[in-house]
């Protein structure tokens, strides 16, 4: 249990994609800009400026679509022959984003749109949802330990509370406030918010992931109650969602059981030990110096590293009766990066251990996109437009670092406007917005509509192999002018 602080920059987490605008409709998300036959939505326009920090030269919305023009004109511009358009790497990045879309996809498919809410519920979880909390609280790392405390314990209230109050000093147990809407474990979360917890209630050694507990006490207990209508019905609908989302979790695991069967995973330690100790010491390299964005964004220019080449061809799992080598193994996590549910490890033993889970779980969503296949999850229009998203995102970064390089053979050449790229940028912006000029489509009377806010949100998601929900901003053009577009009819 941590303290949440708040920052410039606010984190977004959730269990599945949660990209916002993704339960939109076609009709309900309409085209703002055309270039040729790419576009550009409503709410494509609103996350790529929200949901993803923006310099402050560029907050102005005129400069914001500029940009998003730009970087779909650099893509029209882009040579087939390029060599990021047969890149491995980039296109097992493209592919592995577009797949977790759609196991995203299929889990509102078959979880979320399917639950169904009882009203008479919902009104005793709004009631509890105004409740508040303060804890003494302790963690404890070590299930032996944990299972030594809940014997000491028993079902004795007051048997309980004298156990806590001798795990540590109680004057100095750290302390939380918790309330309904923090984004708390879900453990946590059904031990306090199920039924009203008197003062002086222990609760635990609670069981929060391999290895980590926690033990509460209630030092209080308060209801604050929601007061004035569009609170009270903004409170509603966060009840409403919270539910549908715990129901659907629920449902969603139901019918992963039914995806995965009986399937066992054999690992050949011979291999899984050195594999997953050359991952050991890359994760001790790069410390805590991961960029989620910079890692997910710029995956594709790294080289591959000899460690393993040992090993590729050597059988390291067995699944269906099917024998993945570390080859095919390394293919896979080209798409899909692998996800720990452990980031640091106290050693070497421990960090095998999640490494074989970090292999479970993306065997797992290997056999889930499989059936997002088969259920025709890549033919979604919101997962084909992220997915192309992404994709013109990186290849108009690639495009512009192409460009800039090529600036010193140029015999104008002016190494003094280096210093303000966009100086060249904005001219070669310009050149391209003329000569596309007449394919070039806005609905000038949606985007006047449009307000944007001036807080930088940094959109990420919560163990899932590209964490980062939207691309970075574009920077390509500081210019504010949209006289060169045509007006869209609609």
């Known amino acids: 249990m941590k303290n949440i602080s708040k920052t410039i920059f606010m984190l977004i987490f959730a269990f599945v994609f949660s990209f916002p605008g993704c339960r939109t409709s076609r009709n309900q998300d309409p085209v703002l800009a055309k270039i040729g036959k790419r576009s550009i939505t409503l709410n494509e326009f609103m996350h790529r400026a929200e949901l993803t920090p923006r310099p402050p030269n560029f907050m102005d919305k005129s400069i914001v679509l500029n940009n998003l023009l730009a970087e779909k004109l650099f893509v029209v511009e882009l040579p087939k022959n390029s060599p990021i358009l047969k890149n491995d790497r980039f296109n097992l990045m493209i592919k592995g984003i577009q797949e977790q879309s759609m196991r995203e996809k299929l889990f509102y498919k078959e979880a979320y749109d399917k639950v169904k809410l009882d009203t008479a519920e919902l009104k005793k979880i709004y009631q509890m ?9 302790y963690t404890v790392s070590d299930s032996a330990k944990a299972g030594q405390i809940i014997q000491k ?3 004795d209230p007051e048997s309980r509370r004298r ?3 001798r795990i540590g000093d109680p004057s100095r147990a750290p302390k939380q406030t918790v309330k309904w809407k923090d984004p708390e474990n879900d453990v946590i979360h059904d031990a306090l918010f199920t039924e009203l917890q008197e003062p002086g209630t222990v609760l635990g050694p609670l069981r929060l992931q391999d290895n980590e507990y926690i033990i509460m006490k209630v030092e209080n207990a308060s209801f604050h109650p929601v007061i004035g209508g569009e609170e009270a ?10 539910t549908t989302m715990k129901k659907a979790t629920a449902m969603w695991k139901s019918y992963l059981k039914d995806i995965m069967g009986d399937r066992k ?13 050359i991952y050991f010491r890359r994760q001790r390299q790069n410390g805590d110096s991961m960029d989620p964005l910079r890692e997910q964004e710029d995956g594709l220019y790294q080289s591959d590293t000899p460690d393993e080449e040992h090993l590729l061809s050597k059988s390291l ?5 099917q024998v993945y080598t570390v080859k095919d193994f390394q293919k896979l996590v080209l798409s899909h990066p692998l996800v720990y549910r452990k980031t640091k490890c106290a050693d070497e033993a421990e960090f095998i251990r999640y490494f074989k889970l970090a292999v479970l779980d993306l065997m797992r969503d290997h056999f889930i996109t499989q059936k997002s296949y088969q259920k025709s999850m890549d033919k979604d229009e919101e997962v084909k437009r992220r997915t192309v998203m992404w994709r013109d995102a990186l290849l108009s970064k690639y495009a512009c670092n192409e460009f800039l390089k090529s600036l010193p053979n140029r015999p104008d050449f002016d190494k003094a406007r280096m210093k303000g790229e966009h100086n060249y940028l904005n001219a070669h912006v310009d050149s391209l917005q003329m000569k596309y000029a ?4 806005v609905d000038f009377e949606a985007f006047q509509k449009i307000e944007l806010t001036r807080v930088p949100v940094f959109a990420m998601q919560q163990q899932v192999p590209y964490p980062v929900a939207v691309t970075t901003f574009p920077q390509f053009t500081t210019d504010n002018r949209l006289d060169y577009a045509r007006k869209l009819d609609r």
Do not use: C, H
């Open 153 to 155: 314990m028993g079902q």
């Open 438 to 441: 007449k394919n070039i489509y």
């Open 265 to 277: 995973i054999e690992f050949v330690k011979e291999a899984l030990d050195p594999l997953a100790k």
């Open 129 to 137: 949802s105004t409740l508040e909390y303060d804890l003494s609280f």
């Open 233 to 242: 019905a903004l409170r509603w609908n966060e009840v409403k969602e919270k």
């Open 163 to 165: 156990v806590f109050d």
């Open 317 to 321: 799992y067995k699944i269906d009766d």
